[in-house]
């Protein structure tokens, strides 16, 4: 059996001799893993880089049992930002995420069209505060939307308004750019207080209550950035 779709390459691991096992978020069948024979021969090896778009030609013979994928490129995202790192390690990052919040043979065609969008803003000015937002429609589109607009209160401080949440033991404040989209400039100390925000509402409501670690990638991430 197989069947032929298009996908972003979202995780790859050295398997037997030259081959390689490829993770895919694909438009029509979700997140597929599979073996690409050959995989780290020159001919493919430069154009199989995480975030890289992808013609696949699946193929397996049993459900459940690991296929086999043909290749050919279609967009190379990722060699676009090899002169930044900071950039290179936000793929990684949003590339982790999907990989470790979608589930196998799911479609899910907003996750996929997010990705593309993901591309486009690392081309902005603002690719930063961008990608926190990038950061929450995942989540939306997953199901653990955060709502903050519907969970914040704010108060005027110093003929400023600043928004925050408040529990039985604490209040949090929530950067403005999170809740008033319209704001423009974001300082850098702002975005990475958004960034945390986001850290936090990850690790306490989704990954700690499934025993999952925290993805390497977003935390190298978050830590080249401070």
């Known amino acids: 059996m197989n069947w032929i779709d298009e996908g972003y ?30 995989g780290t021969s020159k001919k493919i090896k430069n154009y199989l880089q995480i975030g890289n778009k992808l013609h696949i030609n699946y193929n397996f013979k049993n459900e459940g049992k690991l296929g086999y994928f043909k290749v050919e490129i279609i967009n190379s995202n990722t060699p676009l930002f090899f002169d930044n790192r900071n950039k290179l390690m936000c793929i990684s990052s949003a590339m982790s995420l999907v990989k470790l919040l979608t589930v196998e043979l ?12 993901l591309f486009k803003n690392l081309s902005s000015y603002d690719w930063l505060r961008d990608y926190i937002f990038w950061e929450l429609n995942l989540l939306k589109f997953l199901g653990y939307d955060l709502n903050l607009e519907n969970i914040v209160s704010f108060k005027i401080i110093d003929n400023e308004k600043k928004y925050f949440v408040k529990s039985n033991s604490s209040i949090k404040y929530v950067p403005n750019f999170l809740i008033d989209k319209k704001i423009e400039k974001v300082d850098f100390d702002t975005l990475l207080s958004g960034l945390k925000i ?8 989704i990954l700690i209550p499934n025993n999952i670690n925290h993805p390497y990638p977003r935390i190298n991430f978050i830590g080249t950035l401070k």
């Open 106 to 117: 799911q479609a899910n065609n907003k996750v996929f069209q997010n990705i593309e969008i």
């Open 9 to 38: 390459l979202i995780s790859k691991s050295s398997y037997k001799e030259n081959s390689i096992i490829a993770e895919f978020f694909t438009k029509n069948h979700g997140k597929c893993s599979g073996v690409i024979f050959g």
């Open 198 to 205: 986001v850290t936090d509402y990850l690790d306490k409501s």
